[in-house]
């Protein structure tokens, strides 16, 4: 007997009826993490990438609290984070972007690849990113 003869029937019969895998859609969907000193910064920099078409969506959570190492010293700072919902064929003008309008010297800047999500709202990122300005 094969070793995955034993497992291929619980993979099989691991997912409801009608529930399908599906390969995801390309360019792969990339949630983008960024901190703000502020509201206002934060807000400045959602309009400009969802502006350009960099971001198809940007949530602004605010109360977010960073502590952090920098320049030798333990820091503590009220931030806002973005997460900025984009693809991966958007993700370096992206980052250039944000590289150029954000205050901090060394702003974060960390895509994470979406591996699985609502099919539909995948696709909707990229119909936003794809769509003339």
């Known amino acids: ?13 691991a997912y409801p009826p009608g ?7 390309d360019p792969a969907a990339q ?3 960024s901190t703000c000193p502020d509201r206002d910064t934060a ?13 198809a969506c ?3 959570v605010p109360g977010l609290i960073s502590v952090y190492r920098w320049q030798g010293a333990v820091q503590r700072d009220d931030e806002h984070l ?3 919902k984009t693809n991966s064929e958007r993700y370096s003008a992206l980052e250039t972007a944000l590289r150029t309008e954000h205050p901090y ?3 974060e800047i960390v895509a994470v690849t979406i591996t699985n999500g609502s099919t539909d709202y ?10 003339s300005p």
């Open 1 to 13: 007997m094969q070793w995955w003869a034993g497992i291929l029937p619980l993979y099989l019969f």
């Open 19 to 25: 529930c399908y895998l599906s390969r995801m859609p």
């Open 31 to 33: 949630l983008v993490l």
């Open 43 to 55: 807000e400045r920099l959602a309009r400009m990438l969802v502006g350009r078409r960099l971001a």
């Open 58 to 60: 940007v949530n602004i």
């Open 82 to 84: 973005l997460l900025i």
């Open 105 to 107: 010297e060394l702003p």
């Open 122 to 131: 995948l696709r909707w990122i990229t119909t936003e990113l794809e769509a």
